[in-house]
């Protein structure tokens, strides 16, 4: 119930194109969506975050979809470039109740734009 | 505006000694959570601290690893007779703390442990 499973493993995608990841919980307390971009031999940079209470938040050419009611949410990066190249990981994480922020990971996309 | 530092960068050890990682927070941030990046894994949650705390320590092995936050200076994961298992991205986020209760979590760089 603590899994956030995230998919695909691995995406191409050619410049100028939309990258789309997509992640999926099970338990319904968590009430923070992050996003986190990696580069090879640095630390994990928050990229965007949503709470449960809105559908979409977009930053830039960054977006994410939250549908509670199937418990997924998804990145899309519009207008890919090769600077995106990275590892993106969804998390997820509860606070309310006494619970302690921990972040919960998904397993991490490698994400390769082509130029 | 410095971010969060962890020192040192990498860290290389024999089989049976001891290893010590350090991790400053960002200023102004009093929450600090540790998490472990294995060879072609995600990040696994070890322990969360405030200063002088151990608040959530349910994701650390029960043996060997131990880790505090003092009241002055960095935080610190100490990791007692290394394996081989041992190595990997070791990753410190700081958080701050607001009465509105804020989430996010701002991540080092890492220090990347090999055991040998």
């Known amino acids: 119930q603590q899994q956030v499973k995230q998919s695909p493993q691995s995406l191409i995608v050619q410049k100028g194109g939309i990258s789309i990841i997509n992640c999926a919980y099970e338990n319904t307390a968590f009430d923070y969506f992050p996003w986190y971009q990696q580069f090879p031999g640095k630390g994990p940079a928050l990229l965007i975050a949503?709470?449960?209470?809105?559908s979409e938040k977009k930053e830039g050419r960054f977006t994410i979809s939250f549908n509670k009611s199937a418990k997924q949410f998804s990145l899309h990066i519009m207008d890919s470039q090769p600077g995106d190249s990275a590892t993106y990981f969804c998390a997820a994480s509860r606070k309310g109740g006494g619970a302690t922020n921990k972040l919960i990971f998904g397993t991490g996309t490698l994400l390769a734009v082509q130029p | 505006n410095a971010g969060v530092m962890q020192n040192p960068r990498h860290l290389v050890r024999r089989r049976g000694q001891e290893a010590r990682l350090r991790c400053s927070p960002m200023k102004g941030h009093s929450h600090v959570y540790w998490y472990r990046q294995l060879p072609e894994e995600g990040l696994k949650f070890m322990v969360y601290?405030?200063?002088?705390?151990?608040?959530?320590e349910s994701g650390m092995p029960k043996e060997r690893f131990s880790a505090e936050f003092p009241k002055e200076g960095p935080s610190i994961l100490r990791i007692q007779q290394v394996v081989r298992g041992d190595s990997a991205a070791y990753f410190c986020?700081?958080?701050?703390?607001?009465?509105?209760?804020?989430?996010?979590?701002?991540f080092g760089p890492g220090t990347r442990l090999t055991v040998t």
């Open positions: 986020a700081s958080s701050p703390f607001t009465t509105s209760g804020s989430y996010e979590q701002y």
């Open positions: 949503i709470r449960p209470d809105v």
């Open positions: 601290l405030q200063k002088e705390n151990i608040i959530d």
